[in-house]
């Protein structure tokens, strides 16, 4: 299983990107499809989650309004659209996908199977 993130770069604050996941043999129905990043000097931190086969979307509240999660399945991909980005939206973001990953333990990144390389974005003025 393979997860190839891409779509990183730099914005200024307010600006936009958005990240993709190439999900290369996955059936994105039966995962946990997941967003992570991580600051220097920061833990892993969850950012947001897709769980199609429940219809569920998750997001850390600092995201919630401005980022959206979403999948295009029949091509294996998953996407983050990042809006309104703030210089604290700064870290190396990654991909995640977890068939065992159960709701509770949605945000935990050790619940995850799979992860990309990473992609960096970097907020600032």
């Known amino acids: 299983v393979q997860l190839q993130a891409s779509g990183g770069g730099s914005v200024h604050p307010g600006g936009s990107l958005r990240l993709s996941c190439a999900a290369a043999?996955?059936?994105?129905?039966?995962?946990?499809m997941s967003w992570f990043r991580q600051a220097p000097g920061k833990e892993r931190e969850f950012v947001a989650a897709?769980?199609?086969?429940?219809?569920?979307?998750y997001y850390t509240d600092s995201v919630k309004g401005r980022f959206t999660i979403s999948s295009d399945n029949t091509k294996n991909m998953v996407y983050l659209q990042m809006n309104s980005l703030k210089p604290e939206d700064t870290a190396v973001y990654y991909c995640?996908?977890?068939?065992?990953?159960?709701?509770?333990?949605?945000?935990?990144?050790?619940?995850?199977?799979?992860w990309g390389q990473g992609t960096q974005v970097t907020v600032s003025s």
């Open positions: 897709v769980r199609w086969s429940a219809g569920s979307i």
């Open positions: 995640a996908a977890g068939p065992r990953t159960i709701t509770s333990m949605i945000r935990v990144p050790s619940s995850y199977d799979y």
């Open positions: 043999e996955l059936r994105l129905d039966d995962y946990a």
